[in-house]
């Protein structure tokens, strides 16, 4: 059974920086691409970022892009994100996820089927 716990969401002001972490159980971690997806209150689920089962390639969204990095730890069955330059969009949960299929790389929430309780991150203006 997929085990994902996500942490390191809290509040942070514009232009501030968090990190986020998720610890992955009950797979092989290293055959998995990994992401990060996000909700904000009234909108869909949306990818943020995602990296591949060796970590060799990764993908963002264009509103991240250059602000956010995704990585990964497979010794430790880890990935993380690294949020700078914050902004007031950025407010959501976070969620960390995985697929279902081997070595891909979905570039699409919609490609995930498995994710975390989430972790709430608010940036204030």
């Known amino acids: 059974q997929v085990q994902l716990v996500e942490s390191g969401g809290g509040l942070v002001q514009a232009g501030g920086s968090l990190r986020l972490s998720c610890a992955a159980s009950?797979?092989?971690?290293?055959?998995?691409?990994m992401a990060w997806l996000r909700q904000a209150p009234g909108k869909e689920r949306e990818f943020v970022a995602g990296i591949s089962w060796a970590g060799r390639s990764t993908s963002y969204a264009d509103s991240v892009k250059g602000r956010f990095t995704i990585s990964r730890d497979n010794a430790k069955n880890t990935v993380a994100l690294r949020m700078d330059s914050l902004k007031p969009e950025d407010t959501a949960v976070y969620y960390c996820?995985?697929?279902?299929?081997?070595?891909?790389?979905?570039?699409?929430?919609?490609?995930?089927?498995?994710w975390g309780q989430g972790t709430q991150v608010t940036v204030s203006s």
């Open positions: 996820a995985t697929e279902e299929r081997m070595y891909g790389l979905g570039m699409a929430a919609s490609q995930y089927d498995y």
């Open positions: 009950g797979r092989t971690f290293s055959r998995y691409a």
